[in-house]
T-cell receptor, first 111, second 113 residues
Framework: AQSVSQHNHHVILSEAASLELGCNYS??????LFWYVQYPGQHLQLLLK??????LVKGIKGFEAEFIKSKFSFNLRKPSVQWSDTAEYFC?????????FGSGTKLNVKP | DAMVIQNPRYQVTQFGKPVTLSCSQT?????MYWYQQKSSQAPKLLFH???????NEADTPDNFQSRRPNTSFCFLDIRSPGLGDAAMYLC????????????FGSGTRLTVV
């Protein structure tokens, strides 16, 4: 079965620090990859997505992610985080109309 | 604005009393999903409709049912809510194949007393 792994469950950073959140998936076929963000008390919002082309994808709010097919990975990065980036981040994989979510990473940015 | 709307935002129900959550969309998306999200956990897919075709996840309890009377509306029925069913219920939509990603509603937080 398809699975999505996010190994960092809770990350604490200071403002201006660089961020990288790991995401690995198990399916070997064609997949579409996404990162979603959930700010406290709000609904899930799409940060960025990949389905073909340049493996380095740029999203909103300065986030980017790199698809490395050989590693089945789609890690999320941001060069300099802000306090407003405090949220929970979910990696998701889409295959045949189903989305599979990772368990999420809570990011806490200290001002 | 095109969007996914879930009503109500908060729902309190009694243990064992049937409850229905609703979702509507103005996006004309083919696919509608229901997810259950418990605190500090990933959203868990319960089922989805691809047009009129209902697709149940293997581990979704029989207590959970769904209806999609037309393209715009989808309902989640919980026949006999238990305390363990207290959660945020998320509705999402996508075009076929999901390449555009999901559009999520704001969710309905269900409390069972």
């Amino acid at each position: 079965a398809q699975s999505v792994s996010q190994h960092n469950h809770h990350v604490i950073l200071s403002e201006a620090a660089s961020l990288e959140l790991g995401c690995n998936y198990s399916y070997g076929g064609t997949v579409n990859l996404f990162w979603y963000v959930q700010y406290p008390g709000q609904h899930l919002q799409l940060l960025l997505k990949y389905f073909s082309g340049d493996p380095l994808v740029k999203g909103i709010k300065g986030f980017e992610a790199e698809f490395i097919k050989s590693k089945f990975s789609f890690n999320l990065r941001k060069p300099s985080v802000q306090w407003s980036d405090t949220a929970e981040y979910f990696c998701a994989v889409n295959n045949f109309n189903k989305f599979y979510f990772g368990s999420g990473t809570k990011l806490n940015v200290k001002p | 604005d095109a969007m996914v709307i879930q009503n109500p935002r908060y729902q309190v129900t009694q243990f064992g009393k049937p409850v229905t959550l609703s979702c509507s969309q103005t996006l004309n998306h083919n696919v509608m999903y229901w997810y259950q999200q418990k605190s500090s956990q990933a959203p868990k897919l319960l089922f989805h409709y691809y047009d009129k075709d209902f697709n149940n996840e293997a581990d979704t309890p029989d207590n959970f049912q769904s209806r999609r009377p037309n393209t715009s509306f989808c309902f989640l029925d919980i026949r006999s809510p238990g305390l363990g069913d207290a959660a945020m219920y998320l509705c999402a939509t996508s075009m076929r194949q999901g390449r555009t990603g999901y559009t999520f509603g704001s969710g309905t937080r269900l409390t069972v007393v």
